[in-house]
């Protein structure tokens, strides 16, 4: 059986790894924010009717939540399709 700590140089002389997100990392979270926000809308809508039958308030606020994150991945997957094509341009 080795021991832990005889691989642990070779692990950890890899990358140094700081904790925080690198500026690559926070453009892709700032990019899909709107995808994000529209998914956590839509799960508090469907939360909400957790352990009761949906009114149809209920049932319109989730339509109009499942439209928003609809709406945020179709302009996501567009304007990564605009800069994948941009990119391929150039």
Do not use: C, Y
Request: net charge positive; proline share 4%.
């Amino acid at each position: 059986m080795k021991s832990i700590a005889a691989l642990q140089a070779a692990v950890t002389a890899a990358a140094p790894f700081d904790g925080e997100p690198s500026n690559a990392e926070l453009d892709a979270i700032e990019t899909e924010m709107p995808l994000i926000l529209a998914d956590v809308a839509l799960l508090d809508a469907q939360i909400m009717t957790i352990g009761r039958t949906p009114t149809e308030l209920d049932q319109r606020r989730i339509r109009r939540a499942r439209r928003r994150v609809l709406a945020a991945r179709r302009e996501l997957v567009n304007r990564s399709a605009v800069v994948s094509l941009s990119a391929g341009v150039a």
